[in-house]
């Protein structure tokens, strides 16, 4: 799993950690062995899917399971975090990165640049809107109007959806507000 992916925990309807994943897992896990009654709800904030994790055993063992090992020296330049893995290309493909003033490596990494700045905004907008339904069916399903604030949600009606999710928790409606950058304290 990423170290850099950020968490979002809910206990019931109320939002209960929120931060990367040591800080969330360290909450949740104080919460559990605490015999805490109700069962914690972990999304990932990114992709809006509802996460479970292994909580046996220390917390120490419980990110040993979850955090990467550090990464192994292999082929490319991993002190600038280049790291070196196959691609296949046709073979009009080859014969044009050949005759690029560059080196391939260096041609691809340019041509993926360009493409994933030309795509960002584009890119970012779409997944935040399904992020936000990812969690909104996970946690927010048994709710008053939550078919037509779904609906809402999926034709970008934001004056709808925030008609029918006015009324709620308000943890549910800002964290689903601020995943589609919408605000948080709506």
Not at 96 to 122: D, F, Y
Request: proline share 4%; net charge positive.
């Amino acid at each position: 799993m990423e170290t850099n992916k950020t968490l979002t925990a809910f206990i019931g309807h109320k939002l209960f950690a929120s931060g990367d994943i040591a800080e969330v897992l360290a909450a949740v896990k104080q919460y559990c062995d605490g015999k805490g009654t109700e069962q914690p709800l972990i999304f990932d904030d990114k992709t809006g899917k509802q996460i479970d994790f292994d909580l046996r055993g220390t917390l120490a063992e419980v990110l040993e399971r979850v955090l990467p090992e550090a990464p192994k020296s292999g082929p490319g330049r991993p002190k600038i975090g280049v790291t070196g893995k196959e691609i296949t290309l046709m073979p009009r493909h080859w014969e044009w990165l050949e005759v690029q003033p560059q080196k391939a490596s260096g041609t691809i990494r340019r041509l993926v640049e360009t493409a994933m700045k030309n795509e960002c905004n584009a890119g970012e907008a779409r997944r935040r809107h399904e992020a936000a339904g990812k969690f909104m069916w996970s946690i927010a399903g048994n709710l008053d109007g939550f078919e037509e604030a779904s609906r809402a949600l999926y034709a970008r009606n934001w004056g709808t959806l925030e008609k029918y999710t006015a009324s709620w928790p308000k943890d549910i409606k800002t964290h689903l507000m601020k995943m589609l950058d919408r605000g948080g304290d709506k």
